[in-house]
């Protein structure tokens, strides 16, 4: 039997539905008043054929079935929805070319048109999703769309999970109570949420529909919650497991399967790392090279020449700086830069530090404005190095660094990047610190684990907005 709670979840879907197929089809008669230069509503839609609007809504109906739509789940961030909706419009979009192309109809509708239109539809989706998810946070936040959940165990691990889920009020709980066996002596939690010992959980279910179970209980007696679960499932309610392994692993992990289905055993990998995924993968690195094709091609000259003229007449030594840093999964490459310092021996040793003699007078703006880096769109399109990604480092620190932090060796498990997340949270230039090194590192690991083409992007523009009021810690 559907409950409300559940019908309350449709409802939300299909409005959000909603809204985008009126905005399709918004966008479909806007461009096409563009681009005919014809904005009486009624004469628009006598003109455009009745089929293709049978044949956009049909598209995206197909589209967003397979996709589907996330942003009523409890917890989930815009990055995610933003990757949805580029998923449903890339999908709707080959539909359409593959549909007009197999009718061959091309008379009414130019690609400069369908492009428009995309991209349209494309702005105002991901507009219309994040407003809606905004809303619904907020509807929940006022006690509505609620989840009720009971907690198994009153440990540490319980108590947090409580206090994540009762300040976050947007994720839409409404905690009812704990359950657990121990002495109260043994509680981290307040002796009044405790509702009753683990065999209470069946009456208590019973009388208080609940919609949710978490089982937070210590390793060794999370045997117990193996009967409530089969409980749980013959009357429809969801139960979640909470392990207590928080003192080993501080990241996302994900699960997977060794053997038959039958008789598999679970796996947990200690990090996730979208750039495993073939499709992310290949996204990141068509990317890279029409990015870095289109920069070397339309802008780089013009930068060689002027920034090669000016190293030139104001030092000796050649136009670029070459050196050995470490790339990914450990290999070593050469990276590009143009050289910003006098010819000197500890090049590939010492770091630059403010006020450092060896930096000349263009080697200064250079650095301060990040155009010593572009050379690196070279490294970039033969595939040593992305746009984004953790900052490579010299040989020496790779060496120095790896010793002294747990994680350092990690950050090369990506591709080495131009610019990257401890970039534009300000950790770059000279690390004085080993803490300064190991927040760097930390934030290129967050990096690895959390990585989205919307990521990506959103570091571009953070750079590029750093190098337009010039960043303080680049000398």
Known sequence: METNKEHNIV??????????????????????????????????????PRSYFVLIN???????????IILDQRIVNIENILNKVTKTCVLFSLMLLMIVT?????????NLYWILFISMFFCSTSFWRICARIILKHYRSKGNNYKRVIILGAGSIANELYRTISMNTFYGYKFLGFFDDRDKSDYKVADSLVKGTINDVYEFVAT????????????????????????AE??????????????????????????????????ISLRD???????????????????SASFLTFAFP????????????????????????????????????????????????????????????????????????????????????SIVGPRPHMLKHTQMYSELINEYMVRHYAKPGITGWAQVT????????????????????????????????????LTVVNMLRGEEKAY
């Open 11 to 48: 409802t939300i879907k299909n409005l959000v539905a909603f809204g985008e197929f009126l905005l399709l089809n918004a966008c479909f008669i806007f461009t096409f008043a563009i681009s005919e230069k014809e904005y009486n509503i009624h004469e628009l839609i006598r003109t455009i």
């Open 58 to 68: 049909l598209s995206y109906t197909i589209s967003l079935s397979y996709v589907g």
């Open 102 to 110: 197999f009718l061959n109809d091309f008379d009414i509708f130019s």
């Open 208 to 231: 208080n529909d609940v919609d949710e179970i978490f089982c937070a209980l210590p390793a060794g007696e999370d045997r117990k919650v193996l009967p409530i679960i089969r409980y």
């Open 234 to 267: 013959k009357n429809m309610i969801r139960c979640f497991i909470v392990p207590d392994f928080k003192r080993f692993i501080k990241k996302q992990v994900s699960l997977t399967f060794l053997g038959d289905v039958s008789d598999a055993i679970p796996i």
């Open 273 to 291: 790392e979208p750039l495993l995924s073939p499709q992310n993968k290949l996204a990141k690195r068509t990317f890279d090279i029409l990015a």
């Open 302 to 385: 013009f930068l060689y020449v002027i920034i090669g003229s000016i190293i030139k007449a104001t030092s000796s030594g050649p136009i670029f700086f070459k050196q050995v840093r470490t790339g990914k999964n450990g290999k070593d490459f050469t990276c590009l830069k143009f050289r910003t310092m006098r010819i000197n021996k500890d090049s590939d040793t010492k770091q630059a530090t403010k006020g450092d003699a060896r930096i000349t007078r263009i080697g200064a703006f250079l650095r301060k404005t990040n155009l010593d880096e572009m050379p690196q769109f070279v490294n970039v399109f033969i595939g040593n190095m």
């Open 426 to 461: 300000g950790f770059r230039g000279e690390t004085k610190t080993i803490e300064e090194m190991e927040g760097r590192v930390k934030r290129d690991v967050w990096y690895i684990e959390n990585w989205t083409f919307w990521l990506d992007l959103k570091i571009i523009i």
